[in-house]
């Protein structure tokens, strides 16, 4: 059984660099079109394909290869997304007029709000830090914003607030790997790389965030929420905090100030639990 499957993995591998050697000698073939030359690269990895999806934002360009989503931008035309996608990835990216089918669902299906639709990322060159930040941002459910001590308590490293800052600033894949959900620590929105503070209120705000609301919880110092019949104290936008009726909400400036109330962290927003002084 064991010889069966070193031969299929043989064989298999063999295809595979028979389609590679097929790929190579196309490119050198100088009556080769411009499309097979450009398949050709991609699939032996030398370039990206990429294709355009309108979003709240407008126009929004998306390179991809067989590892995942590479970049995600927007730009004036296609040779200014062109250049800035061969700047950021070191490799040309090629026009897909009829991308997968299961790609463009995928896409749509997350910017409408499902968590599951299946998109990977090339994250390659990236420090483990910088893709443990980006990974744990996708956690962020639609429509709910997190701090950035949030992501830095969650992967491990609470005092690298900063540095989370910095990951999702260069973050390669603004939309799809969500930053535009992770704000400033005093609740307002904070900097946003796909387009500034305005671009960042537009697509919570179409994923049917009030923002206008938490602004003025952050600028009124408000930090937590609880339902005056419930034990946990949430983030203000955390699903048991929507449900909560406005006459029925306590709010606090700290965690500590809501454990003194006798209350306890939500285990489903997680919010930090304070160190009390006994």
Known sequence: MKNDDER????????????????CRALGDAQ???PIAEGALIRAGLADAYLTIETPLGLVYVAWNARGLSA???AESAAAFEAKAYRLLGRRVYHNAAPPQRLVDALSAWLAGDEHAPLS????????FMRAALLKAREIPYGEVRPYSWIAREIGRPGAVRAVGTAMARNPAPLFIPCHRVVRADGHLGAYGLGGPASKRAILSAEGL??????ALAESGVRY??????????YPTCQ????IPPQRRITFASEAEAQRAGYRPCNVCRPPEAQLAS
């Open 8 to 23: 299929a993995g043989r064989s298999g591998a063999l295809t595979t660099a028979r389609g590679l050697l097929a790929d």
């Open 32 to 34: 080769t079109s411009a």
């Open 72 to 74: 995600v931008t927007r």
């Open 121 to 128: 990322f090339d994250l390659r060159g990236q420090t483990p």
């Open 210 to 215: 009030d923002v206008d609301q938490l602004e």
């Open 225 to 234: 929420v609880v339902s005056e019949s419930g034990d946990s104290y949430c």
């Open 240 to 243: 048991h905090a929507y449900s």
